[in-house]
């Protein structure tokens, strides 16, 4: 299911410039829902860092639970930056975390891009979780959500 | 406006149809027959809950504590969904809390005191659904019933969810694994295997089997 996700991905990303390395929804138990990669990525290496992301962002999300008085934010911000990729984060109340993987030679995505890229996967997963057709829990397979991703995957700048 | 009726006449005519269906051909419902049709209305509530907490949540900032959760029910979930806040929340600091609206809009149209008590119950299965779905999805599974003293004023009562019925799914395969390791022993020493391999073998399968039963409980605890 993912395989086919990626081919689609290959066919129209031909010679189209991409900032973003990849899109993920974990759900609240720490499994996948939806993992998107641009092709040239290896996808075990995505995976794998989506995975490792995980560790930080329960770390931020203790974090935020014990300071009090303060705006808790649902936008995590920068998880890690590695000598390849950046990662951010962003968890919504129901503890469905969304991971972004951007390259870290792009400089010019500034964070309220980043966080702008966030509402729009948050709105359209809630358009995901009211589809009477979608049991929550179960991997993403809305078209709708795909198209949305797809969009901010092969967005410029 | 019309809207505002729209849910509770749909509401009224679920609840009517589940029943009708229930007792097709027989002559009575009885009480195995009610209890599916509470737990059908409860389900179908359950489903709700968690989309609509979804999108009421979508813009609020991180909830604190359970209290704060609550306290979230009470406020701005019961507006958007009932169109009044709750009355009276008390809670006993251990998970138990109780809510009261004095004028619950699904019973309001029912009575204005104790007629009809008998029948209340099956107005309140798909609201309490609607509850445990949402605080499902918040992170707080539930136990959620309501009762209704006099009409239209109910209670809800929210407990924690003892998780000990799924400890007891994990002793069969227990007891099945522990089988297989004697039957390791045996194999082990029959085919002259020194007696270090088959501990370190009989140690691999009860690690195994420890943490197969906790696995099954996260499960079951993400499917309900």
Not at chain 2, 67 to 83: E, G, P, Q, S
């Amino acid at each position: 299911m993912f395989g086919d996700s990626i081919r689609k991905c290959l066919a129209g990303l031909q010679g189209t410039q991409t900032w973003r390395v990849g899109i993920a929804v974990i759900a609240k138990e720490n499994y996948p829902l939806y993992i998107r990669s641009v092709a040239s990525q290896s996808e075990l290496k995505f995976h794998y860092t989506v995975h490792t992301s995980l560790d930080v962002v329960e770390e931020k999300i203790s974090a935020v639970g014990k300071s009090l008085g303060d705006q808790r934010e649902l936008y995590l911000g920068l998880l890690y930056p590695t000598e390849d990729y950046k990662v951010y984060g962003y968890v919504t109340n129901s503890k469905v975390k969304f991971v972004i993987v951007v390259d870290s030679s792009n400089t010019s995505l500034r964070d309220n891009e980043i966080r702008s890229m966030f509402r729009k996967l948050h709105n359209s997963f809630t358009d995901v979780m009211c589809n009477p057709f979608h049991n929550p829990g179960d991997p993403i397979q809305s078209k709708a959500f795909d198209g949305i991703v797809s969009g901010m995957m092969v967005q410029t700048g | 406006m019309a809207d505002e009726v729209l849910f509770e006449f749909l509401h009224m005519e679920i609840v009517s149809h589940i029943y009708k269906e229930q007792q097709s051909g027989k002559a009575e419902l009885d009480n195995k027959d009610r209890a599916v049709c509470v737990s059908v209305l409860e389900g179908m509530g359950f489903r709700v809950g968690q989309g609509i907490i979804e999108r009421l949540t979508r813009d609020t900032p991180s909830f604190k504590d359970e209290l704060d959760i609550m306290k979230f029910i009470c406020k701005d979930f019961w507006t958007k969904v009932f169109r009044r806040q709750i009355d009276n929340l008390r809670t006993n600091h251990q998970g138990t809390y109780v809510l009261q609206d004095n004028k619950f809009t699904l019973l309001t149209q029912l009575s204005n005191g104790k007629q009809y008590l008998d029948q209340a119950p099956r107005y309140l299965a798909f609201s309490c659904g609607v509850v445990r779905g949402a605080l499902s999805n918040l992170g707080m599974e539930s136990v959620v019933t309501a009762e209704v003293s006099i009409m239209p004023s109910c209670k809800y009562q929210r407990k924690r969810r003892s998780t000990s019925s799924t400890q007891t799914q994990s002793s069969p395969l227990l007891i099945y694994v522990m089988c297989q390791t004697i039957d390791v022993f045996r194999c082990g020493f029959l085919f002259g295997l020194g007696g270090n391999t088959v501990y370190r073998w009989v140690i691999k399968i009860a690690t195994v089997s420890v943490s197969i039963p906790s696995l099954k409980k996260e499960k079951c605890n993400a499917l309900i």
